[in-house]
């Protein structure tokens, strides 16, 4: 394959960093090694449960499981075992998500979960503590800053308290690494007994509202990779890919580039140890299987875990069962043929309606459990050899991938081996940029992205079929109707969550209405100027992190204050939990949205039979 030319291209390294001056990178890893001197892994009831220095140890030993027959609770206090320390000795781990606003309730769930499951004869390994995305701003700062629906804890003493609570290793998976706040939650973290720490993925595409200065965000991730790679304990740097850019990009073999591109950033520049998960967008039981298989052979450091599929969770909890099965099952023949040291994740069946209650928690696990129990005589059945060749390709692309972005970025004065300049270069270009100039498939202009891909995935192409879908509802002459009114629509989400933008950005292309895109997570002020700027005659926001009605409100007032009057759609997760509630439960906040003057839209055929209205209104 011909080299690309990044300079053809027209990437240059003035767009990218044009600070005059960037922080030292050798300075910001001395200041975060000189930190571990005094903050350590503090004491936990997992670790002194089990007898380990760390969950990636209790990884290595349940993984070696199927060769010596012995689990790491053989040794552990008698006050801490239970039934199924006695048998069903397996190399898979469970993970479970908690993370309620409430502290007190959160600690009730570290407890009951882990007590309920334990007298059902069954273990829960790992908590995925839900952290509020507000906790990614300075401790400092917080209070002023918009707040979603999670967890917030307001002191290292609050963490501490949390994983105290069960012998259960805590994972810390949000809202830590990556943030404005990497340092001061990672040192909390660490001191409460966390030694599975994330999320370097979100570093990549998440952008705190309000908060302007990447450049301090980044300089904060690396001061805590450094304070996490210099204890004296394996530290597990964990990366939620379909929070990252893997989740972005069209071609799957671009996701293991990206986790060879962490690995080289984390691992190698820094000397940490990254660990990934995956789950959450893998529809396709070949294709999650194969990636499975892939990461196998690109990294030797446990996974955190494997999230569950949710994108295929819909308001049926019958339904969901089924959902849930059929990812969980995949996943349970994965763990028994190529233990990973992922713990697999059961997603309870009501997650796409609330969230989920401690109970519903406990039925999703025991389910898992008895799946487990019941999937043996099923892995005879499933023709391995098809998975191992889909990886072999994910493996050989995702190399080339990691290669191009290297070399293209040195091409243009890049210093790959700084992680601050390299980090930060990463983050501004951005994952579909990055597929578009480097991406491993041969180039060729009728594919997404101008790139045929080595192994397409799944999620994207489930959007644009949704989106076409969703047009092909709308009759002939419904269409040309939207098409003839030649509409500009702004389009952006309140927060990381982007599938809800990507497919109404389908949607509306489809439909021949130009888009004026005006980013992930982006502030009411940068809506309000994007919309004015492109002439847009409406403005789309896609919302899902317990927002929605804050965020309406400022870009009202913002839109007010610039003298901007188009209607407004708004879709997602249209809840918030109010400002005066003694509740930690989000309500729906969709008649003070409708109050607002906002176009609510629960489907998507809600903003297309308002569209409609608007083109004929146009037409006439």
């Avoid at 040794?75 to 190399?91: I, L, Q, T, V, Y």
């Avoid at 030694?195 to 990549?204: D, K, R, V, W």
Wanted: aromatic share 6%; hydrophobic share 40%.
């Amino acid at each position: 394959m011909t080299k690309l030319s990044v300079v053809d291209a027209c990437l240059d390294r003035a767009q990218i960093l044009p600070e005059p001056e960037l922080p030292d990178a050798s300075e910001l890893l001395a200041e975060g090694r000189r930190l571990a001197r005094t903050v350590t892994v503090g004491p936990c009831p997992f670790l002194t449960a089990y007898r380990v220095q760390s969950e990636s140890a209790y990884k290595r030993q349940r993984a070696a499981e199927g060769a010596d027959g012995r689990h790491p609770a053989d040794d552990a206090p008698s006050e801490w075992r239970h039934p199924a320390d006695a048998d069903g000795k397996h190399p898979i781990m469970l993970h479970a998500q908690i993370g309620y606003r409430s502290l007190a309730k959160t600690q009730r769930a570290y407890c009951k979960i882990y007590e309920q499951l334990a007298t059902a004869g069954y273990r829960v390994d790992r908590y995925g503590i839900c952290l509020d995305w507000s906790m990614g701003y300075p401790a400092a700062q917080r209070a002023h800053m918009p707040r979603g629906t999670g967890l917030i804890l307001e002191s290292p003493e609050d963490f501490a308290a949390l994983t105290r609570s069960a012998p259960v290793a805590p994972h810390f998976g949000d809202f830590v690494i990556g943030t404005p706040a990497a340092v001061e939650n990672t040192a909390a973290a660490l001191a409460a007994g966390a030694t599975s720490i994330g999320n370097i993925g979100q570093y990549f595409t998440f952008r705190m509202p309000r908060w302007g200065d990447d450049v301090g965000t980044t300089a904060e991730t690396v001061k805590a990779l450094a304070l996490c790679a210099a204890q004296p304990v394996e530290i597990l740097i964990h990366s939620n890919l379909d929070d990252g850019f893997a989740a972005l990009f069209c071609d799957l073999a671009c996701g293991i580039g990206a986790v060879l591109i962490e690995r080289y950033i984390v691992d190698e520049l820094i000397g940490g140890h990254v660990s990934h998960c995956y789950g959450h967008t893998f529809s396709d039981p070949l294709t999650r299987l194969a990636f499975q298989r892939a990461l196998a052979r690109v990294t030797e450091t446990p996974g955190t875990m494997v999230y569950g599929n949710t994108t295929i969770f819909g308001a049926s909890e019958v339904e969901n069962y089924a959902n849930l099965a059929s990812y969980l099952l995949v996943d349970i023949v994965a763990q028994h043929t190529r233990p990973t040291g992922h713990a697999l994740n059961p997603v309870p069946v009501s997650e796409a309606m609330h969230i989920p209650e401690i109970d519903e928690v406990v039925d999703a696990h025991i389910f898992a459990n008895r799946l487990i129990q019941r999937a043996e005589g099923y892995e005879p059945l499933f023709e391995l050899q098809a998975a191992e060749r889909i990886a072999d390709r994910l493996v050989e692309g995702g190399r080339r991938f990691k290669v191009r972005v290297l070399d293209g970025l040195a091409e243009i004065g890049i210093d790959t081996a700084n992680p601050l300049e390299l980090l930060l270069a990463l983050r501004r270009i951005g994952a579909k940029r990055l597929e578009e100039l480097f991406g491993p498939g041969e180039l060729r202009e009728d594919q997404p992205r101008q790139r045929t891909p080595v192994v397409r995935a799944t999620t994207i192409a489930a959007l644009e079929a949704a989106g076409e879908g969703e047009v092909a509802s709308l009759t002939r002459p419904d269409q040309e109707q939207i098409r003839r009114a030649g509409f500009t629509a702004c389009v952006t989400c309140t927060d990381v969550h982007e599938y809800g933008k990507i497919l109404i950005e389908t949607v509306l292309r489809q439909l021949g209405v130009e888009v004026a895109d005006a980013g992930v997570s982006a502030d009411p002020e940068q809506v309000a100027s994007r919309a004015r700027a492109a002439g847009a005659d409406f403005i789309a926001v896609s919302t899902y992190s317990g927002v929605a009605l804050y965020y309406l409100q400022a870009l009202r007032q913002e839109m007010a204050r610039i003298g901007l009057d188009v209607p407004i759609f708004i879709g997602g997760k249209l809840n918030q939990i109010p400002d005066d509630s003694p509740s930690s439960v989000p309500v729906d906040v969709t008649d003070q949205l409708q109050a607002l003057g906002a176009v609510v839209c629960h489907r998507v055929e809600d903003m297309l039979e308002r569209l409609l209205e608007m083109a004929q209104e146009r037409n006439e």
